[in-house]
């Protein structure tokens, strides 16, 4: 590290230092605030390794409606590492015609199951490219522990494995209450919520419950919808399936000292509080 620095600073400060320097435009160089801006860029640069480093390789969990969606690109821009989904990193094996694309391709054609062999050789193929080598966030993967398994295999093989788990914990009655209450306009896909974000036609029966017929896009006047997984029936099924395979990867991690929870029941802001001191070695 104090290699990939010193190299750093050679680079950008040899004509800040006043060393001479043919390439370098001395105009840009001499001026005390580029001096100072590019003093400041090493500083913050130099900081945020020492918090972060080494590579970073990150499982990030979360029920559905627990704020992954807003947590996971925070931590990518913060880190400079991407956030990897097994359903991108699919999808684009498949464009992209590699071998395992391939057989990920004819899987699907027959309806089928991608099986984990599969899903391990994408993520396989896509932590080799250049934008991982600072590490990555998984989003979706491991979800049973047989993959959790295969992936630190996986990691091993290079002499790496998971340095961090974030876990969001949101009681499962709160992720009802933001899940089930969620409509939206299916032709733009402007959302609403019965409760932060009512649309402003919207009235209550006797049992506090939106009447069908007043749920209309405000900007169309067309009825909204909910989406088949957004009812109380359907995130029962998915809560349990949720939990089911998560305790056992928590707990598969948790004798590493890397898994942390972070509570997701409070205000985003100090939610990204906490993961960001989640991440911290």
Same mark, same amino acid.
């Given at each position: 590290?104090?290699?990939l620095?010193s190299?750093?600073?050679?680079?950008?400060?040899?004509?800040?230092?006043g060393?001479?320097?043919?390439?370098?435009?001395?105009?840009?160089?001499t001026?005390?605030?580029?001096?100072?801006?590019?003093?400041?860029?090493i500083?913050?640069?130099?900081e945020?390794?020492?918090?972060?480093?080494?590579?970073?390789?990150?499982?990030?969990?979360?029920?559905?409606?627990?704020?992954?969606?807003?947590?996971a690109?925070?931590?990518?821009?913060?880190?400079?590492?991407?956030?990897?989904?097994?359903?991108?990193?699919?999808?684009?094996?498949?464009?992209?015609?590699?071998?395992?694309?391939?057989?990920?391709?004819?899987?699907?054609?027959?309806?089928?199951?991608?099986?984990?062999?599969?899903?391990?050789?994408?993520?396989?193929?896509?932590?080799?490219?250049? $934008?991982?080598?600072? =590490?990555?966030? %998984?989003?979706?993967? @491991?979800?049973?522990? /047989?993959? #959790?398994?295969?992936?630190?295999?996986?990691?091993?093989?290079?002499?790496?494995s998971?340095?961090?788990?974030?876990?969001?914990?949101?009681?499962?009655?709160?992720?009802?209450?933001?899940?089930?209450?969620?409509?939206?306009?299916?032709?733009?896909?402007?959302?609403?919520?019965?409760?932060f974000?009512?649309?402003?036609?919207?009235?209550?029966?006797?049992?506090?419950?939106?009447?069908l017929?007043?749920?209309? $896009?405000?900007?169309? =006047?067309?009825? %909204?919808?909910?989406? @088949?997984?957004?009812t /109380?029936? #359907?995130?029962?099924?998915?809560?349990?399936?949720?939990?089911?395979?998560t305790?056992?990867i928590?707990?598969?991690?948790?004798?590493?000292?890397?898994?942390?929870?972070?509570?997701?029941?409070?205000?985003?802001?100090?939610?990204?509080?906490?993961v960001?001191?989640a991440?911290?070695?």
């Amino acid at each position: 590290m104090a290699f990939l620095f010193s190299k750093f600073q050679m680079m950008c400060c040899d004509g800040a230092t006043g060393q001479d320097n043919a390439d370098i435009d001395p105009v840009v160089y001499t001026s005390f605030d580029t001096k100072a801006i590019v003093k400041e860029a090493i500083k913050k640069s130099e900081e945020k390794f020492a918090i972060y480093w080494p590579r970073n390789i990150i499982v990030l969990f979360g029920p559905p409606g627990s704020g992954k969606g807003t947590v996971a690109p925070n931590i990518e821009e913060l880190l400079s590492t991407p956030q990897l989904s097994t359903g991108d990193m699919l999808r684009a094996a498949v464009s992209q015609k590699t071998e395992v694309g391939m057989k990920a391709q004819e899987v699907m054609k027959v309806g089928g199951l991608v099986s984990d062999e599969i899903v391990i050789g994408i993520i396989r193929d896509r932590i080799k490219e250049d $934008d991982c080598k600072l =590490g990555f966030i %998984l989003d979706g993967f @491991p979800r049973t522990l /047989s993959q #959790a398994k295969a992936l630190d295999k996986l990691l091993g093989e290079e002499g790496a494995s998971v340095t961090k788990i974030i876990a969001l914990m949101v009681p499962d009655e709160v992720l009802e209450e933001r899940i089930c209450g969620r409509w939206i306009h299916k032709s733009s896909g402007r959302s609403y919520h019965v409760k932060f974000a009512p649309p402003q036609r919207m009235e209550l029966d006797g049992s506090g419950k939106p009447i069908l017929d007043s749920m209309k $896009d405000d900007t169309t =006047g067309e009825a %909204l919808i909910q989406r @088949p997984d957004d009812t /109380s029936e #359907a995130l029962k099924k998915r809560l349990e399936g949720y939990h089911n395979e998560t305790v056992p990867i928590l707990e598969h991690y948790e004798t590493e000292g890397i898994v942390k929870k972070v509570n997701a029941n409070i205000k985003p802001s100090l939610v990204w509080d906490e993961v960001k001191s989640a991440l911290k070695r």
